[in-house]
């Protein structure tokens, strides 16, 4: 049994390093939104367990071996002999932010289907988390649903973080109808501003945050960036201060700061229900340090930090 299971894309990120003889160099990482966070959990001294399906591939092996070797269980890992692997290229900016190019027509991760599900793992989990690229496609939409079901019927708390990535969905509806239909099943919920600006439009972040847990979220975070974080619960919303970092790339900060703050509310031994507003507060910080280290690096799990590197810059070492 794991503390935390996660469920969704595993793939490739074909980041930039440089070049050679005028040719653009690409460094292949493990990567997908969800592994990125089972990863973190691990580094931060959580049980982790992810479950999805890679290509029975070259790139499906390397990513099994990333995470095996970052200690997080694959029992539930599948090996497609169908399908290949999800693959994702990087395009970094100038000020360290970036755009992928996906090549998933499809990619294993959304071929998982609901005959392939372990119920017992997921009912014996502390948190269930999800992202929404697993609802991008059949059956990997209907499987994703099936296990929050799951969850919820066990009393299993539920952690999703929607990401909208445009060239994955069939147009901007489905893709809001999904990522919004996905909150239905949040008891946690970790989005960045710019989901918050696509799925309801430019507001102020504090009040997004107060309309999510009208909505029936109990523990909200939202990310924005180089600004730092809003949180919210039903104790009161507050602000957590960014950290000063030098920005490479920043695949990965935002998985970076839902492990941390994921860690720190499972080491808690609290229920979402029972947090005081201090606790909240410590998970935001906890979760910022964590994504300041995280953008320092190139690649989203080869750049997550140690526990007692998150500890040094809590610490203002």
Same mark, same amino acid.
């Given at each position: 049994?794991?503390?935390?299971?996660?469920?969704?894309?595993?793939? #490739?990120?074909?980041?930039?390093?440089?070049?050679?003889?005028?040719?653009?160099?690409?460094?292949?990482?493990?990567? !997908?939104?969800?592994?990125?966070?089972?990863?973190?959990?691990?580094?931060?001294?959580?049980?982790?367990?992810?479950?999805?399906?890679? !290509?029975?591939?070259?790139?499906?092996?390397?990513?099994?071996?990333?995470?095996?070797?970052?200690?997080?269980?694959?029992?539930?890992?599948?090996?497609?002999?169908?399908?290949?692997?999800?693959?994702?290229?990087?395009?970094?900016?100038?000020?360290?932010?970036?755009?992928?190019?996906?090549?998933?027509?499809?990619?294993?991760?959304?071929?998982?289907?609901?005959?392939?599900?372990?119920?017992?793992?997921?009912?014996?989990?502390?948190?269930?988390?999800?992202?929404?690229?697993?609802?991008?496609?059949?059956?990997?939409?209907?499987?994703?649903?099936?296990?929050?079901? #799951?969850?919820?019927?066990?009393?299993?708390?539920?952690?999703?973080?929607?990401?909208?990535?445009?060239?994955?969905?069939?147009?901007?509806?489905?893709?809001?109808?999904?990522?919004?239909?996905?909150?239905?099943?949040?008891?946690?919920?970790? #989005?960045?501003?710019?989901?918050?600006?696509?799925?309801?439009?430019?507001?102020?972040?504090?009040?997004?945050?107060?309309?999510?847990?009208?909505?029936?979220?109990?523990?909200?975070?939202?990310?924005?960036? !180089?600004?730092?974080?809003?949180?919210?619960?039903?104790?009161?919303?507050?602000?957590?201060?960014?950290?000063?970092?030098?920005?490479?790339?920043?695949?990965?900060?935002?998985?970076?700061?839902?492990?941390?703050?994921?860690?720190?509310?499972?080491?808690? !031994?609290?229920?979402?229900?029972?947090?005081?507003?201090?606790?909240?507060?410590?998970?935001?910080?906890?979760?910022?340090?964590?994504?300041?280290?995280?953008?320092?690096?190139?690649?989203? #799990?080869?750049?997550?930090?140690?526990?007692?590197?998150?500890?040094?810059?809590?610490?203002?070492?």
């Amino acid at each position: 049994m794991s503390d935390f299971l996660t469920f969704g894309e595993l793939l #490739i990120d074909f980041t930039p390093s440089g070049e050679l003889g005028g040719q653009k160099l690409f460094m292949q990482n493990a990567g !997908g939104a969800v592994a990125n966070v089972a990863v973190a959990m691990r580094c931060f001294g959580v049980s982790a367990a992810y479950t999805g399906m890679v !290509g029975n591939d070259a790139f499906g092996h390397y990513l099994a071996e990333v995470l095996k070797s970052k200690g997080v269980d694959t029992s539930g890992l599948v090996m497609s002999e169908t399908y290949n692997t999800t693959l994702a290229f990087v395009h970094l900016f100038p000020n360290g932010d970036r755009d992928f190019s996906f090549y998933r027509k499809p990619g294993a991760d959304i071929m998982y289907s609901k005959d392939m599900i372990d119920e017992s793992v997921i009912r014996k989990a502390s948190i269930f988390h999800f992202g929404s690229l697993s609802l991008t496609d059949e059956p990997a939409r209907s499987a994703t649903i099936m296990m929050l079901q #799951i969850a919820k019927d066990a009393g299993v708390t539920v952690s999703y973080d929607p990401n909208y990535r445009a060239p994955l969905w069939n147009g901007e509806k489905e893709a809001k109808d999904m990522m919004l239909k996905g909150m239905e099943y949040a008891d946690i919920l970790k #989005i960045s501003d710019n989901e918050i600006d696509f799925l309801f439009g430019k507001m102020p972040c504090e009040d997004a945050a107060r309309m999510l847990l009208s909505r029936g979220i109990k523990l909200v975070f939202i990310t924005m960036g !180089g600004e730092g974080a809003i949180y919210a619960h039903k104790t009161g919303v507050g602000k957590s201060a960014p950290f000063q970092t030098q920005m490479v790339d920043a695949t990965g900060a935002g998985d970076c700061f839902t492990g941390g703050v994921l860690s720190q509310y499972i080491k808690s !031994g609290k229920a979402v229900d029972s947090l005081l507003l201090d606790d909240i507060a410590g998970f935001a910080r906890f979760g910022n340090a964590a994504a300041s280290i995280c953008v320092e690096g190139k690649g989203g #799990i080869p750049s997550i930090p140690s526990l007692k590197m998150v500890e040094k810059r809590l610490s203002g070492e």
